[in-house]
């Protein structure tokens, strides 16, 4: 585990995952709010009075992903990372994981936390909800940045590709999709398959120590965990027609921006976004694969900060 971390905290009375250790990021606080009849694990710090910044992480991350970005943002802004419904510290309920679904816990949440108006950052699936939040609550948001991801719909491939160079970024949309079949082969293996896709997809496979691995297959595993993970994906025809039913209505008008690993999966988010997005830029951060905070933080920090001084400029 990185130096900025503690040890483990005892559990709160409301985790509703006492099982899993929960570590601490000094001058961080966690929270649990009711989001829609569920709990969410929000991690909030920095400036009370500054633009408030709201994290996403993605598969198989929890808001720990955010770890090494978050020092760096609180300097200037309220910084809040929640673990998405079935992550981390977050229940897992049964039922629905389509992106307007967990969107509107989101919001519901972020309302109980006192935010009236923000910036969101989504990684990997955390990106698909603050997509699909972006729809239906624009109103709500100042910007939205969005990480390497194959959004539903909008930036996913239509088809997997079948070439070995390629395949191995999207094969596992098709595999999570299987009924039954990945929790028969996965459980129990979490951290194997945990180790690959932090591993593979990252530009230095050395990124991830041990302990990190360890932390997220845990979560991976950890009551419900796995199913809930696997849900996002077997929900994704559901998020992408939700999608087009609320970009009928109309176009993001909100700034975008598409934030691409130079050796990522998505090569060029800002033009994958720019037909659904009337103002969207982009930025690509050098040397990172997938895992952009993981692996580039201070540069996510400064294009992420760029964006929204950029924005309350004009």
Known sequence: MTDDA???SSSCDQNPVPGLPLYDLAGFTHRWVDAEGIRLHAV????????????LA???????????VMPGLAARFRVIA??????????????RYDTHTVASRVQTALTALDVPKYWLVGH??????AFSLALEYEERLHGVALLDAGIPGITLPDSIPTDPDRAWKTWHFAFHLVPELPETL????????????LKVKTLSPDTFDGAEIDHYAAAVAAEGGLSASLAYYRDAAESSRRN???????????????????????????????PWAANATGAVIPQAGHFIPDEQPEATVKVLTAFIDHERAE
């Open 186 to 197: 996965l459980t129990g293996r979490e951290r194997d398959y945990v180790d690959w896709f």
């Open 124 to 129: 990997d699936v955390g990106a698909w909800v």
């Open 6 to 8: 503690t040890a483990p």
């Open 244 to 274: 087009h039913d609320a970009l009928e209505r109309g176009h993001l008008t909100v700034p975008v921006l598409g934030v691409s690993g130079s050796h990522g999966s998505i090569p060029d988010m800002a033009a994958s976004i720019g």
């Open 82 to 95: 929640i673990d998405l419904p079935g992550q981390g510290h977050s229940e897992r309920p049964r039922g």
């Open 58 to 68: 993605g598969f198989p991350q929890t808001w720990w992903a955010w770890r090494k």
């Open 44 to 55: 909030e710090g920095g400036r009370p009075a500054g633009p408030t910044v709201v994290l």
